[in-house]
């Protein structure tokens, strides 16, 4: 399928943004390793990756309900989820039912390293086998008791390795001391899970700027929990003021904390930069949140996405089709995402006329289309009649639509991926006035 998407003749978004996957994600670990039903939960993300957590957990609670424990999911298909990958392979490690499972997904899935979570989970007693390829799903898990202890990663690792251990944690027999080692990348989301689990009962905090401990003599208790909306959702309707030509019209966002647990909410703080103004009305929970374009934006702007690598497509194909020059870094984890986000940004922006370098794996520049010194890269032709392809992963569909309101359209492949994180994205494109052509 491809959408032929054409920009509003006026603009008029009032969105009711999707639950936060981050947030939802952990929310359903916690409230399991509690014992607590589904029914505590409240606000939770319709998204393709929850939908499957929240699949596996009703049926591992029939099991345990039923007696027939690993007869009815003795496959845990995670399809495209990442997040489920790594939370639940911690998960069922540390499920002292005896039940032998096999975890597993889509092939780009099988191709995503998971090594380094199955070591750490290794040498607190878990047993892993890999039923592929070394190092990658899928997995063949065997629940049982984990010791825990002291356990060492690289800092620059996915934080959901680190989310994973830190939420199961509490049930290991000795606790948890968690040393990262080196750059600690996606900060924020670490917190995010310690924050969580504190809030479910548990004692777990930082030691020093690089160690985390996590004791065993506070355990989970059932915690009615409400579920924010994502920031990550929102960083398409700053991306989408951004790029509306004038007069221009305020985007009314529902249900954002500007106090909020996920990192990815220094978005409002990077497009303020770019001269758009957030307003929070309220702090409870269908608060509402208004973006304003007012003023000139910079020229050239230079960010970290370190603590927040969602929000770099969002960003660079924002900033070229405003032509702000810019060199992003922090940007490692990238390369092991849905797909090479890297790459693809770099051949999909050139579908466009927008040719940016990288450095190594974590460095992306663009000077500009003025661009006019030597070894500067200017603008391409834009290649005509061509589509943006989404590589399987929803972020490019919902980074790239936002720019038919400067091309005048845009095409767009497999829109289906945005189900991912934010299936009513196209509804409510529609909604604000976007029109679609489908093919």
Same mark, same amino acid.
């Given at each position: 399928?491809?959408?032929?998407?054409?920009?509003?003749? =006026?603009?008029?978004?009032?969105?009711?943004?999707?639950?936060?996957?981050?947030?939802?994600? %952990?929310?359903?670990?916690?409230?399991?390793?509690?014992?607590? *039903?589904?029914?505590?939960?409240?606000?939770?993300?319709?998204?393709?990756?929850?939908?499957? +957590?929240?699949?596996?957990?009703?049926?591992?609670?029939?099991?345990?309900?039923? /007696? %027939?424990?690993?007869?009815?999911?003795?496959?845990?298909? !995670? =399809?495209?989820?990442?997040?489920?990958?790594?939370? #639940?392979? $911690?998960?069922?490690?540390?499920?002292?039912?005896? $039940?032998?499972?096999?975890? *597993?997904?889509?092939?780009?899935?099988?191709?995503?390293?998971?090594?380094?979570?199955?070591?750490?989970?290794?040498?607190?007693?878990?047993?892993?086998?890999?039923?592929?390829?070394?190092?990658?799903?899928?997995? %063949?898990?065997?629940?049982?008791?984990? *010791?825990?202890?002291?356990?060492?990663?690289? /800092?620059?690792?996915?934080?959901?390795?680190?989310?994973?251990?830190? +939420?199961?944690?509490?049930?290991?027999?000795?606790?948890?001391?968690?040393?990262?080692?080196?750059?600690?990348?996606?900060?924020?989301?670490?917190?995010?899970?310690?924050?969580?689990?504190?809030?479910? /009962?548990?004692?777990?905090?930082?030691?020093? %700027?690089?160690?985390?401990?996590?004791?065993?003599?506070?355990?989970?208790?059932?915690?009615?929990? @409400?579920?924010?909306?994502?920031?990550?959702?929102?960083?398409?309707?700053?991306?989408?003021?951004?790029?509306?030509?004038?007069? @221009?019209?305020?985007?009314?966002?529902? /249900?954002?904390?500007?106090?909020?647990?996920?990192?990815?909410?220094?978005? $409002?703080?990077?497009?303020?930069?770019?001269?758009?103004?957030?307003?929070?009305?309220?702090?409870?929970?269908?608060?509402?949140?208004?973006? #304003?374009?007012?003023?000139?934006?910079?020229?050239?702007?230079?960010?970290?996405?370190?603590?927040?690598?969602?929000?770099?497509?969002?960003?660079?194909?924002?900033?070229?089709?405003?032509?702000?020059?810019?060199? &992003?870094?922090?940007?490692?984890?990238?390369?092991?995402?849905? *797909?090479?986000?890297?790459?693809? #940004?770099?051949?999909?922006?050139?579908?466009?006329?927008?040719?940016?370098?990288?450095?190594?794996?974590?460095? +992306?520049?663009?000077?500009?289309? =003025?661009? @006019?010194?030597?070894?500067?890269?200017?603008?391409?032709?834009?290649?005509?009649?061509? $589509?943006?392809?989404?590589?399987?992963?929803?972020?490019?569909?919902?980074? &790239?639509?936002?720019?038919? +309101?400067?091309?005048?359209?845009?095409?767009?492949?497999?829109?289906?991926?945005?189900?991912?994180?934010?299936?009513?994205?196209?509804?409510?494109?529609?909604?604000?006035?976007?029109?679609? !052509?489908?093919?």
């Amino acid at each position: 399928m491809k959408y032929h998407i054409l920009p509003p003749s =006026k603009l008029s978004a009032h969105v009711t943004l999707p639950a936060s996957k981050s947030i939802s994600n %952990r929310a359903l670990v916690l409230n399991a390793l509690s014992g607590a *039903t589904m029914s505590y939960l409240s606000n939770v993300s319709d998204c393709d990756d929850t939908t499957v +957590m929240m699949e596996t957990f009703f049926l591992l609670d029939a099991e345990r309900r039923e /007696g %027939r424990i690993g007869v009815l999911l003795p496959t845990v298909n !995670i =399809k495209a989820a990442g997040t489920a990958m790594r939370f #639940l392979t $911690a998960y069922l490690s540390a499920t002292p039912d005896g $039940a032998t499972r096999t975890i *597993t997904g889509t092939e780009r899935m099988c191709h995503r390293p998971i090594g380094v979570l199955v070591d750490a989970l290794r040498s607190m007693g878990a047993q892993i086998e890999y039923a592929g390829n070394e190092g990658f799903p899928p997995l %063949r898990i065997t629940g049982q008791r984990l *010791t825990g202890g002291e356990v060492t990663l690289p /800092g620059d690792i996915s934080s959901q390795f680190v989310s994973a251990l830190l +939420m199961i944690a509490p049930q290991l027999t000795e606790g948890l001391t968690l040393h990262l080692k080196g750059n600690i990348v996606s900060r924020p989301y670490i917190n995010m899970t310690l924050a969580m689990m504190r809030e479910h /009962g548990a004692k777990a905090s930082w030691r020093g %700027r690089q160690t985390i401990v996590v004791t065993p003599d506070h355990p989970y208790r059932p915690t009615p929990y @409400q579920i924010e909306s994502d920031w990550s959702a929102a960083s398409y309707w700053y991306e989408i003021a951004l790029l509306q030509p004038r007069p @221009q019209s305020p985007i009314a966002l529902n /249900g954002l904390f500007s106090k909020s647990l996920q990192g990815d909410s220094d978005v $409002a703080d990077m497009f303020k930069e770019l001269a758009l103004q957030t307003f929070h009305t309220s702090e409870a929970f269908q608060c509402k949140t208004t973006v #304003l374009n007012r003023g000139r934006a910079k020229r050239h702007v230079e960010w970290d996405f370190t603590r927040t690598p969602d929000l770099a497509q969002t960003m660079v194909v924002a900033c070229a089709m405003k032509d702000i020059s810019f060199v &992003f870094s922090g940007l490692q984890s990238l390369r092991i995402k849905e *797909t090479d986000r890297i790459a693809a #940004l770099q051949t999909e922006l050139r579908k466009l006329g927008v040719q940016v370098e990288v450095e190594g794996d974590s460095i +992306m520049r663009w000077a500009g289309s =003025k661009a @006019q010194a030597p070894g500067d890269v200017p603008y391409l032709q834009p290649m005509a009649g061509t $589509a943006i392809d989404t590589y399987e992963d929803h972020r490019m569909a919902m980074a &790239f639509a936002p720019a038919a +309101m400067v091309l005048g359209s845009i095409d767009i492949n497999n829109p289906e991926v945005v189900s991912k994180s934010y299936p009513r994205y196209w509804d409510n494109l529609r909604e604000a006035g976007f029109e679609f !052509i489908i093919e």
